[in-house]
């Protein structure tokens, strides 16, 4: 079971816990758990994580938790995700993860997200094996600045799931703006870094003088 709790800022910073109940039907020797790369502060019951990055993940090592032994362990794992609300086509939306791919399965998941102001939009749901149609797998709650839900019934192994909502601008005044990198920017860029150099060689620069002999009185 998993309960997944995250308030977000104005400045677009979501402090994010996440409390699991593992129960494990045989000894395992390593058990990690991934979350987006770009987490920071990874804590895992209180104490400093040890994480390896794989792809767009970073695996947080449980294995100290299991201690590889069969049965049941309670983890709970915190860190924070920056920059969770960016400008898409126009419009100001946040992207959260709430599941990056857990190599078990999830019998039961809850989830409450606290957002710094109202919310008038509803959010949407996508995951990896049901895509958009996994709402329809979940019940959700929206109440002043809270969303809150659960799943009804259980998610998969290795299953991602992640929140979208288009918000008002008004809620986040201090999040940073995000600049997308195009590769049609970048060779702008450099033909004309090339043009100005040529120009500066033709017209702008100062040609050494030459030494000619003359006679004066």
């Known amino acids: 079971t998993m309960e997944f709790n995250a308030t977000v800022t104005s400045d677009g910073f979501c402090q994010v816990t996440q409390r699991m109940m593992l129960?494990?039907?045989?000894?395992?020797?390593?058990?990690?758990?991934?979350?987006?790369?770009?987490?920071?502060?990874?804590?895992?019951?209180?104490?400093?994580?040890?994480?390896?990055?794989?792809?767009?993940?970073?695996?947080?090592?449980?294995?100290?938790?299991?201690?590889?032994?069969?049965?049941?362990?309670?983890?709970t794992l915190t860190y924070t995700l920056p920059n969770i609300v960016d400008d898409v086509n126009g419009t100001l939306t946040l992207a959260l993860p709430m599941l990056c791919g857990f190599s078990c399965p999830v019998e039961e998941m809850t989830f409450t997200i606290t957002l710094p102001g109202e919310i008038k939009g509803k959010p949407t749901f996508t995951s990896t094996y049901h895509q958009t149609l996994i709402a329809s797998s979940m019940e959700l709650e929206l109440n002043g600045n809270l969303?809150?839900?659960n799943s009804l019934k259980?998610?998969?192994?290795?299953?991602?799931?992640?929140?979208?909502?288009?918000?008002?601008?008004?809620?986040?005044?201090?999040?940073?703006?995000?600049?997308?990198?195009?590769?049609?920017?970048?060779?702008c860029m450099i033909v004309c870094g090339v043009l100005a150099l040529l120009y500066?060689?033709?017209?702008?620069?100062?040609w050494p003088d030459f030494k000619t002999r003359s006679t004066t009185a």
């Open 23 to 75: 129960f494990l039907d045989a000894p395992v020797e390593k058990l990690t758990f991934p979350i987006p790369f770009n987490a920071r502060d990874i804590r895992v019951n209180g104490a400093a994580a040890s994480t390896v990055r794989d792809g767009n993940v970073l695996q947080v090592n449980l294995s100290r938790i299991i201690g590889g032994a069969a049965g049941s362990a309670s983890v």
């Open 147 to 149: 969303i809150t839900g």
């Open 200 to 206: 500066w060689l033709i017209f702008l620069r100062a």
């Open 154 to 187: 259980a998610l998969k192994d290795h299953e991602t799931l992640t929140m979208y909502l288009n918000t008002d601008p008004a809620l986040f005044p201090k999040a940073p703006l995000v600049f997308k990198e195009s590769g049609v920017d970048d060779t």
